[in-house]
């Protein structure tokens, strides 16, 4: 089979359409993983035993079942409750909830780096939990994690391509589409290579950057 280049003019804007789909499905999971993750992370931290057995089996839980699994959960077996997600939805939360349990390891990591010598002082100056946190612990914590979590924001683009087993119809999703249609496979399954490609190379550039800065960076 030759390349055709009239046929992929005919498909690249329903792919370019698919691609928007995969980043908005990327941003809005990775801003929930990214919040999902420090709720964990402070669930683990808690004062009460029972909380933090059950936020860490809960992480666990979610790391060691496949997403695809979960996907199917959400969107095949919470209908049989009463609770319908529309693709997206269920793709945003799926890969949201997912990535939160990678990502609260690497707040949690980062929390344990600040030194205990800081938590004394905000101590001996009486400030409250919420200023510890937001204003001493936290602005210490993240900048050092934020290479890791741009690490996992990338994984979870590369991984969107699985939500087409939910009908959601992201940029894999709409090339399956048009091979089934047209019984071309060449061009649509490359295409989504080159249009990976080009948002994951630079996003892996950023990140390498990012590492350099933050590990060069005085402590």
């Keep these: ?56 089996f809960f992480v666990e839980f979610i790391r060691r079942t496949p997403l695809l699994v979960q996907l199917y959960f959400l969107f095949y077996i919470l209908p049989d409750w009463g609770i319908i997600l529309s693709p997206l939805t269920c793709g945003v939360f799926g890969l949201g909830l997912h990535y939160a349990a990678y990502t609260s390891e690497v707040y949690r990591g980062g929390i344990d780096n600040v030194a205990r010598g800081q938590w004394d002082a905000a101590k001996a100056c009486n400030l409250s939990s919420w200023h510890t946190w937001w204003q001493i612990i936290l602005p210490q914590a993240i900048p050092p994690m934020i290479p890791a979590l741009a690490n996992y924001f990338i994984a979870m683009f590369k991984e969107t391509p699985i939500l087409s087993v939910i009908s959601l119809m992201e ?26 490609l080009a948002i994951s190379i630079p996003g892996i550039i950023l990140t390498r950057r990012l590492d350099r800065l933050f590990n060069s960076a005085p402590r």
């Excluded at 789909?21 to 992370?41: H, P, Q, R, Y």
């Design 171 to 196: 940029v894999m999703g709409v090339a399956r589409q048009e091979a089934n249609i047209y019984y071309r496979y060449l061009e649509p399954i490359s295409l989504v290579g080159f249009l990976f």
């Design 1 to 56: 089979m030759t390349w055709d280049w009239q046929f992929v003019g005919k498909i690249l804007p329903d792919m370019l359409a698919g691609l928007l789909v995969t980043i908005e499905a990327t941003l809005l999971g990775s801003a929930l993983a990214m919040t999902l993750g420090l709720l964990f992370a402070f669930g683990q931290r808690v004062q009460s035993a029972a909380l933090r057995r059950a936020t860490r």
